[in-house]
């Protein structure tokens, strides 16, 4: 069994920085890629960056040098840095764990989601 929890979000001003956290825990050998996905009231959810275990990084256009994806696979935990954060930031946030590998085979999984919310 793998539970995966979020956190981080929060109230930031206008080209404040927060950090996104999520922490899978259970039997786990291994985690293919990490993503992070933003949801606004209207549409859909969007990837906003992803890294594979190897190290390959995506990030959207929107967000490129602001945000920082990275993982600790000693504690199978995503990061997201986010820095001057812009009011289009604003969202609800979803890691996204791709292929998790346990002793009992691969599934991915979502994250709760945390609210990011940035004020001018």
């Known amino acids: 069994q793998v539970q995966v929890v979020e956190s981080g979000g929060g109230l930031v001003q206008a080209g404040g920085s927060l950090r996104l956290s999520c922490a899978a825990s259970g039997n786990i050998f291994s985690i293919a890629r990490t993503e992070w996905h933003r949801q606004v009231p209207g549409k859909e959810r969007e990837l906003v960056a992803s890294?594979?275990?190897?190290?390959?990084?995506f990030y959207a256009t929107s967000v490129r040098g602001r945000f920082t994806i990275s993982r600790d696979d000693s504690r199978n935990t995503a990061f997201l840095d986010m820095s001057n954060l812009k009011i289009e930031d604003a969202g609800v946030y979803y890691c996204?764990?791709?292929?998790?590998?346990?002793?009992?085979?691969?599934?991915?999984?979502w994250g709760q989601g945390t609210q990011v919310t940035v004020s001018s």
């Open positions: 890294q594979t275990k190897r190290g390959v990084l």
């Open positions: 996204y764990l791709v292929r998790v590998t346990t002793d009992v085979g691969w599934k991915d999984y």
